[in-house]
């Protein structure tokens, strides 16, 4: 009879112990060091591209410089940003510039103006590395 009531206490305890395991979440909020600096060269339409910087702050602020390559246009905004759900996406607010970049380990992925990866010839030039 203790076998029984031991077996049965055991597999309630193992039971326990992996549905926690399975509620542990991994995103990139959690589980990255995304703070910092970010920098690359995107495609621009009119012109042979555009360097940008972003720093992203532990209190959610960010500051974007663009400066156009063949032009001598710099624009500038600070801000917050916000993540979605799953951790994985940000959102800088209330800015001109596109808004939405999927954190990766070491860089961001800038996505469409809908939040959707860009896709295309030049897909692969969306990426901005973290700079040490």
Known sequence: MKKIIYVILLSIGIGACSSTAAKTVDNSKISLDWKGNYAGLIPAADGSGINVQITLRADESFTIVYNYVDRQNIATESGTFSWDKAGNIITLKNTAFPPYYRV?????????????????????QYVLKKMN
């Open 104 to 124: 990766g380990e070491n860089h961001l992925l800038q996505l469409d103006m809908k939040g959707k990866k860009i896709t295309g010839n030049f897909a692969d």
